[in-house]
């Protein structure tokens, strides 16, 4: 089966710029998460969907951060606008069942603002 | 809170030498606890995982065993291989919660 897919894989950005980070589950899973690790610091929790609903959102630093499942599927993380502090590497991950830590990780987006 | 604390890397060593990356927890209740590794250009892969105290998770002749009184979550390999190099991620899931709590990340770097 696909894995779960991310994209772009890098992106860089000016301070102050929109940016969409995708995520593309495993077909199926209706858990999927977001994580972010910032300058080489602890991955961390971001938020959790059930299908199109938000689970668990105690992770999104500000309300820069947008995020949104449309349809149960595929996700966005749109951030808006880009801080010097929002680089970092994001991760998405699904499973199919909301058992703790076995989910399957995307390869991540390098997100460079400047 | 819940958090891990790992050593911090890089850790290099010689092909076929003895690994060991600490790995050291805080939690309430009784969490599950894994390693996670990231190789180069790739995303994070579950490596290996225990959910109770005493039990011994193992995968590729890695190999970590929930210490509840230490409260630690070490990972052991007996002969490491270049193909090894990653970074090596500890993390814990709590009671009632699906979300990981990770550790910093040490990279392991392995010369032939």
């Known amino acids: 089966e696909a894995g779960v897919t991310q994209f772009p894989s890098h992106s860089v950005i000016e301070k102050g710029q929109t940016v969409t980070l995708r995520c593309d589950p495993i077909?199926?899973?209706?858990?999927l998460y977001w994580y972010r690790r910032v300058m080489g610091k602890e991955i961390k929790f971001l938020l959790h969907?059930?299908?199109?609903?938000?689970?668990?959102e105690s992770g999104m630093p500000n309300n820069r951060f947008l995020a949104e499942r449309t349809g149960g599927t595929y996700s966005t993380l749109k951030v808006q606008p880009a801080e010097l502090e929002d680089s970092g590497v994001y991760f998405c991950?699904?499973?199919?069942?909301?058992?703790?830590?076995?989910?399957?990780f995307g390869s991540g987006t390098r997100l460079t603002v400047v | 809170g819940n958090s891990v604390t790992q050593m911090e890397g890089p850790v290099t060593l010689s092909e076929e030498a003895f690994l060991t990356i600490n790995c050291t927890y805080t939690?309430?209740?009784?969490?599950?606890l894994f390693w996670y590794v990231q190789y180069p250009g790739e995303g994070l892969q579950l490596l290996l995982k225990?959910?109770?105290?005493?039990d011994k998770g193992s995968n590729k002749g890695f190999e970590a065993t929930y210490r509840k009184e230490t409260t630690s979550f070490h990972l052991e390999k007996g002969s490491v291989q270049v193909s090894d190099s990653a970074v090596y991620f500890c993390?814990?899931?709590?009671?009632?919660?699906?979300?990981?709590?990770f550790g910093t990340g040490t990279r392991l770097l392995v010369s032939p």
């Open positions: 991950a699904s499973s199919q069942v909301a058992v703790g830590g076995g989910y399957t």
């Open positions: 077909s199926g899973h209706d858990n």
């Open positions: 969907f059930v299908k199109e609903s938000k689970q668990d």
């Open positions: 939690a309430t209740g009784y969490p599950s």
């Open positions: 225990a959910t109770k105290a005493d």
């Open positions: 993390a814990l899931t709590n009671t009632g919660f699906q979300k990981l709590v």
